[in-house]
């Protein structure tokens, strides 16, 4: 179990560093992130027959939607967005 360590806190730039390392394609996160339009993807869903509107939830891939459309590599499971 790992433990906190109050006398040597990971600082942002750690983190950041190994998340660098973790992404040998060296994707653009940040660019990823602001190709994505959720309201749009949200838009979409609303309209869409699989869409269970009453628990803002897609009958087909089960997830909850106001956050699904908001993580950039998500996909919708029959290619709408
Ligand atoms: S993710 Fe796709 S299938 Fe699911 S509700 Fe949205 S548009 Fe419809």
Do not use: T
Not at 19 to 40: Q, R
Not at 46 to 64: A, D, I, V, Y
């Amino acid at each position: 179990m790992s433990h906190i360590d109050y006398e040597n806190p990971v600082l942002a730039s750690d983190l950041l560093k190994q998340a660098e390392d973790a992404n040998p394609n060296k994707v653009d996160f940040e660019k990823v992130l602001k190709n994505i339009d959720p309201d749009n993807r949200y838009k979409i869903c609303q309209e869409c027959e699989h869409f269970r509107s009453s628990l803002r939830q897609c009958k087909k891939c089960g997830c909850f939607m106001p956050v699904k459309v908001r993580i950039s590599w998500s996909e919708c499971p029959i290619g709408k967005w």
